[in-house]
Each structure stands twice: as structure tokens, then as C-alpha cells.
């Protein structure tokens, strides 16, 4: 088994650096394990320790000694594997990271590719996430299945399973894992064979599949381009009124008083706008059912994912 286990380690560190293939390959050996290579498709996996870290771009010497420059900007996730919270890649000099990039490599010295996400301080006692981006979602009795790494990948999120916020305070659920959900996953084994497969209790959603729409209370909502949600203070914030009614509620404008007036059944909310800022023409509003954050982006009023509990 161990010459298995290093003759498939140095196989997929090959294949993370097979820069110009379209996708990693995956070795056939049905009903044996391996330590699970964290590779997803269109997305490749380099491992290595930070030699140069600079603004929008560090320097990484993997494993046989190759430097490979990895570029990232405000879309890359940089987390810390332990604490999964966001880091400043500038305070992991001289770290051991996973990087997970682009198959396109430039041909320059070092080479460049893009980081779709670093993550940081490997070493430690959690284990180590791994970035996927969710092709295909099946419900099953036990949890739900999820798809990645073109179909070469499939892990079963069991019912019990932790299922986190990045960088949020909202509850969220399985069902909250739809199409192009980027998320991460913590698997020890993988199956040797075509699909491979993996089990997990852990999950952290980074962000939500776009082309699913949102999910609200277990309902999907369609949202127009103008009204897409967005994080603020650690909250994700919510067009109020396209998301009520498509959980059934009546919404009203109050011009009287600068309200809006949210119901569903025997259940009422009321929202005002306490104080506008005409610097950037947001206002701070309030709900009568509770201290939701909500704000006037525009003319379109947004308020606190919870909010909607109620309803």
C-alpha cells in the first residue's frame, strides 16, 4: 500500500503541474483507498511554502523544487485551514500553503497561473479543506451528493453534517448548496475508482451557485441583475421586497410615514426608514418585529437574510 500511496502522490503532483492538460487525471483501483488528492476540475492543486509574498501575487517552491508565481486579487479566497476565516496572504511568509489555480500557465520564468483560493497553515490539527466547485446536486435519503472535478468527483454531505457561512452570520443548509456552489469540504479517503468517492460532516459554503438563483427558507428566488445580495458587516443583505413575495408575503409602501409593510397570514412586520444619507443615498431603517439591518441601496430597499425567518 505504500508504494500505492507514493506512486499516486507523485502522480498528482505531476498532474498539478501539467499546466497545459484541460484536466487532472484520476487512477482507476476500485475498493482501495488513498489519501484524498484535493484536485477539482478546471481547478488544479500545488502544494508548497511561500517564498516571496507581494501585493497581488506570491511566489511558491513546491514540492521538487519547481517556483511557480500564483496571482490573486479580490475574487481569490485566502483562508486559514484551521480557523476558516480570511487571512492577509502578506502574514503567511515562509508558510506551507495549498493553492488551487488555474490550468492555464503562462510559459514565463517562474511560471504564472491564476489562485482561485490559498489556503493557509496546512499544518494543523483540523486537516486541511478542500475547494470545490459543485457541478451536479442529488438529493438522497442520507444527505445530499454533490458532484466536482468534471464528474471525476463525487462526496455525500450527510444530513448531520456541519454546514457553515463564510464570512457571515446566516444560518444556512444543505439546501443552500446548489449548481456552482463554491464550497469547502474536509475528506480524509477517497475511492480509487471512476467516479471516486468521499464522505463528509463538514462543509463551509464560500459562495452560492448563481445559476440556481438564491434559496430562501427553502424557496428559490430570482433575482434581476440590479438586485443581486451582497455581505455587509459580516450579514448578507437581501432585496426586501423581491424576496418577500416570493415567499407569498404582501408587501406595501407606506408614503405617509417611510415605511414598508411586510405580511404573510397572521404574521406582520413593519420596516422604517429612520435617517437617510444623501452622500451615498442609503438610508437605516428599522422593523417593528425585531432589529433586522436593512438599508436603501438605490431605490430598492435591502434588509438582513433572518429577517425572513418570520415569514
Not at 502544494?47 to 519547481?66: P, Q, R
Amino acid at each position: 500500500m505504500k508504494k500505492i500511496i507514493s506512486t499516486l502522490l507523485i502522480v498528482f503532483v505531476m498532474a498539478s503541474m501539467a499546466v497545459w492538460a484541460e484536466e487532472p487525471v484520476l487512477i482507476s483501483a476500485p475498493e482501495e483507498t488513498v489519501a484524498a488528492p484535493q484536485i477539482e476540475a478546471n481547478v488544479l492543486c500545488s502544494t508548497g511554502k511561500i517564498t516571496e509574498a507581494n501585493d497581488g501575487y506570491i511566489l511558491v517552491e513546491t514540492a521538487d523544487e519547481n517556483v511557480i508565481q500564483f496571482n490573486y486579487d479580490e475574487n481569490t479566497y485566502v483562508i486559514d485551514a484551521e480557523t476558516v476565516t480570511p487571512v492577509a496572504i502578506s502574514d503567511r511568509k515562509n508558510d506551507d500553503v495549498i493553492v488551487y489555480h488555474s490550468t492555464a500557465m503562462t510559459r514565463s520564468l517562474p511560471p504564472q497561473s491564476y489562485a482561485y483560493s490559498i489556503i493557509a497553515n496546512v499544518e494543523n490539527e483540523m486537516g486541511n479543506p478542500v475547494y470545490a466547485v459543485v457541478e451536479d446536486v442529488e438529493k438522497t435519503e442520507n444527505g445530499l451528493r454533490i458532484t466536482t472535478n468534471g464528474g471525476f468527483i463525487v462526496v455525500t454531505i450527510s444530513n448531520e453534517a456541519e454546514v457553515a457561512p463564510y464570512r457571515t452570520k446566516n444560518i444556512v443548509t444543505l439546501e443552500d448548496i446548489t449548481v456552482n456552489s463554491k464550497v469547502l469540504v474536509w475528506y480524509d479517503i477517497l475511492t480509487m475508482s471512476i467516479p471516486a468517492y468521499a464522505n463528509t460532516d463538514r462543509v463551509v459554503i464560500l459562495e452560492r451557485g448563481a445559476e440556481e438563483g438564491l434559496t430562501v427558507n427553502g424557496v428559490a428566488i430570482t433575482l434581476q441583475d440590479d438586485e443581486q445580495p451582497y455581505v455587509e458587516n459580516d450579514v448578507q443583505m437581501l432585496p426586501l421586497r423581491t424576496v418577500a413575495e416570493a415567499l407569498g408575503c404582501t408587501v406595501t409602501w407606506n408614503e405617509e410615514d417611510a415605511s414598508v409593510t411586510v405580511e404573510k397570514g397572521d404574521v406582520s412586520s413593519v420596516v422604517y426608514i429612520d435617517q437617510v444619507n444623501d452622500i451615498n443615498f442609503r438610508a437605516i431603517t428599522r422593523s417593528a418585529n425585531g432589529k433586522y439591518h436593512a438599508v436603501l441601496n438605490g431605490s430598492k430597499t435591502y434588509i438582513e437574510e433572518s429577517f425572513f425567518n418570520q415569514f
